[in-house]
């Protein structure tokens, strides 16, 4: 059983960054897939970003690409959401998750088995 716990979240402006952490409690990421999820307000959860512990797979949404990176940080067991040129439509509740997708999973909700409770960021315009 690998707890999930997020942190970074706050209240910023339109062109701020964030940087969210995701770190396992009473675990290892150990041979998982984390990934970064998103939900706003009436919407339903979307896919943002996902590395594999282990290994070089790295995945971006569309919307995100070029703004966001996720990273692993061995030494501290971390996997880092850094959002840059945060936008309004970027408020949402972020959520890592741990799991064993396959290539063609890895953007999907159900191929995680393991979720964090969630960092609430909101971008003021």
């Known amino acids: 059983q690998v707890q999930l716990v997020e942190s970074g979240g706050g209240l910023v402006q339109t062109g701020d960054s964030l940087r969210l952490s995701c770190a396992p409690s009473g675990g290892t990421f150990s041979d998982y897939a984390v990934g970064w999820f998103r939900q706003a307000p009436g919407k339903e959860r979307e896919f943002v970003a996902a590395a594999r512990w282990r290994g070089g797979t790295i995945v971006y949404a569309d919307s995100v690409k070029g703004r966001f990176t996720i990273s692993r940080d061995f030494a501290k067991t971390t996997v880092n959401l850094q959002m840059n040129g945060l936008k309004p439509e970027d408020t949402a509740i972020y959520y890592c998750?741990?799991?064993?997708?396959?290539?063609?999973?890895?953007?999907?909700?159900?191929?995680?088995?393991?979720w964090g409770q969630g960092t609430q960021v909101t971008v003021s315009s």
């Open positions: 998750a741990a799991g064993r997708p396959i290539m063609s999973t890895i953007r999907t909700e159900s191929a995680y088995y393991y």
